[in-house]
């Protein structure tokens, strides 16, 4: 396949990709929008101009709004009938490729619009799904000779987490403040965090609602996800540690959390399936299923301190993960707890085997104990002011490409 | 005060109350309401009709809409006007006494309406704030002599709960199934929760919206909170014991939650104020505050057998929370994290000293130990399929009642 848009062979947004997204156009203009190399395109123009007139099901200017829920909440026939259009018609000869009229209204360079969060999420989980991952935290906090509780495997773990704080990538937000108790005080004390982490995670956003009472079997979660995106978790430690018994994280990572600003369909990443890890003990029957429900998604993460050039610190995949997404949402909904349209659920930290491949600064420099070095010289325990933190992802087969392009966040000083 | 609607004298709905919530008159038509005894009225053709047109701020008919949220976030300066303009127009000698045409068109009885979800809860969070609750599940759960856990004095422990699943009182719902560890088995099994418990709670609504990075402050928090509801915190007991480590409850509560109908505002609740447990040892700073922060509010929580008749199992107060709502505003946003008009912020679990007073089954029973008998000589350990739960909750004090109504729910066999 090849588009009349011109773009690099490593760009994350091929003709392979077709990305959904929200941009303010021209500073003033909010609709939903795609990308292909560095061209973002306006989707209510293109459709006010009836290029998507074809596709059956799509009778509304669904993409003339300042998020994408509308629009996911058509369903798989409809939201893959859009994507393959949007392709078709980004191939050489198609009947817009020569309308010159149409792509000056629709088509920006992607430093010309600014990236909005893609969807409104009325409920967020987050599971703790990497055995690697738990398995380290287990090492530190608990017991290194039995790391992983003993309902690790039996189920994929997962708490609530904050929506109202989830940020679209490029937001800043200041170091949180809270109560910690250092390991040599009787009591607690209050002040900027200083164990500020990131936690590198994917996370799913869902297409239906449904009604409470309702499961959906692992058979049928595809149809359910429209798409991943990246995620950064970030977590002051310090606040974790001390307040997360017995009830969970909570003040340690509600601050905020951090996602990509383009949504990668299933569709998308269908050519980088993969087999998950194999699960011992077997699991119960609601969370068996069938095929490859894994993906190979390369992920890494940079810091970069201010005037400073990047240092990539992590080198992961998503197909570390022992629990897949359709084990999350059959586990999630298997008591009848009602999803809705643009809810997120994130993966947990997706850490692998290897200590570079560790996806947050706990696990990376276990617990401080082994700063990491910048290309700059300098030292890292944990997150420092002005640190900009960014994970990138992508998948790659055959010399097809689809990417996620990044996730970044600035850690501005404590107000 | 006397109102020209009569009402006995032991209605939660007096002249003093005013509550605040959403119902479908005649079947089909939805709007914001406001009740006095067994009088429901329509504020959205009582603004339409003028009478509200005196109320600074209120400039377009927020009432007419399936939610309270519009009117909530007007803020206490105009949200307490129309509270005492009702007030004003419900008494004897009023615009409105003789005016029978509007009465004719928007006073309702109680049974002529249905009631619905009062506002839509972008985020729902449960706190953990009575010592008596916490150290009766400590002592079952943990240790016996270190019933509390190291932090509990010192912040308001808390967790995020699932927003999707609040529901009104009166909506019936399914026993969840879930995987559970009975004590006497070496693997999992999979089936209907065995342990189904109510919490008894009570839960607040914040009026507006913040900016990330942005605290409430302990005196700040009052202007930030609309009112309150009688909250049930629905919890399958072995579904949570087997899940809960490390991150904290999950789907033993996320199948559903249940409200009473109406918002009892602040304002109506000044009268009961009282002061709180004290806190030894002190608090960190931003948890202090000065004044009564406590409301005295008596509560008792019933079961009814299908086709039997009600027994009172549990009798509580308010009064007995050790942590206030103003600490908890101002200790879930110290981090930071923003709150959305609408959120709901749960007590957690309301037990008080006696044993007649602990708010949930797994207290009342010791874990199932003591069943409890009801009046028609059955015996329960939790709740049984097609038990009604029904939980009230009022304020009274020289002569003057205010009260929440009820909030019920029955519990279905699971599907």
């Known amino acids: 396949m090849k588009s009349f848009v011109n773009y690099p062979e490593n760009s994350d947004f091929s003709i392979h990709n077709i990305p959904f997204g929200v941009a303010v156009f ?22 006010d101009f009836g ?18 829920n509308e629009f996911i909440e058509l369903g798989k026939p409809v ?37 909005l969060m893609p969807v409104h999420v009325p409920n967020y989980t987050d599971f703790y799904s990497s055995i690697e991952h738990a398995t380290n935290v287990g090492k530190m906090f608990r017991d290194p000779a039995n790391a992983l509780l003993p309902n690790w495997k039996h189920l994929p773990v997962g708490y609530h987490g904050r ?43 869902v297409n ?15 149809d359910s ?71 190979d998604i390369n992920l890494e993460v940079s810091i970069a301190p201010e005037q400073g050039t990047e240092t990539v610190i992590c080198r992961s995949n998503y197909k570390f993960m022992y629990w897949n997404m359709c084990q999350q ?25 290897e200590k570079d491949s560790f996806g947050s600064m706990l696990e990376l420099t276990w617990r ?12 890292r325990k944990f997150i420092d002011d002005n640190d900009t933190v960014i994970m990138r992802g992508f998948a790659e087969k055959d010399g097809v490409r689809v990417g996620f392009g990044e996730v970044s966040g600035k850690i501005l000083p404590a107000k």
Request: proline share 5%.
């Open 26 to 47: 021209n500073k003033e203009y909010i609709a939903c929008a795609t990308r292909i190399g560095d061209v973002v395109i306006d989707l209510a123009t293109l459709y």
């Open 368 to 379: 401080g104990q082994n700063p990491l070095k910048l290309s700059d010289g300098s030292e």
């Open 163 to 205: 929506a109202s704080s989830i940020v679209v990538s490029g937001t800043d937000m200041h170091r949180p403040k809270g109560q910690t108790k250092p390991a040599d005080a009787d009591q607690p004390v209050f002040g900027p965090s200083k164990q500020l982490d990131f936690e590198l995670e994917m996370a799913f956003i």
């Open 225 to 295: 996800i429209f798409g991943m995106v990246l995620f950064n978790d970030w977590s002051a430690r310090d606040i974790q540690s001390w307040e997360y018994v017995p009830l969970g994280p909570f003040l340690a990572k509600n601050f905020g959390s951090s996602v990509s600003p383009w949504i990668i369909t299933l569709e998308a990443l269908e050519p980088f399936r993969t087999a998950s890890p194999k699960q011992e003990p077997e699991v119960l029957d609601y969370l068996k299923f069938s095929g490859d429900k894994n993906y």
């Open 329 to 353: 949402l059959a586990h999630h909904t298997v008591n009848g707890c009602n999803v809705e349209v643009g809810d997120m659920y994130a993966s947990g930290t997706i850490s692998g085997e």
């Open 51 to 68: 290029f998507l007139d074809d596709v059956e099901g799509l009778n509304d200017n669904v993409f003339e709004a300042y998020t994408l």
């Open 79 to 115: 939201t893959n009938a859009v994507r393959l259009k949007i392709q078709e018609l980004l191939l050489e000869g198609s009947s817009l490729s020569n309308d010159e009229k149409t792509i000056e209204e629709c088509f920006f360079q992607i430093d010309e619009v600014k990236m």
């Open 208 to 222: 239906r609602n449904t009604e409470m009472g309702e499961s959906i079997s692992t058979a049928q979660a595809e």
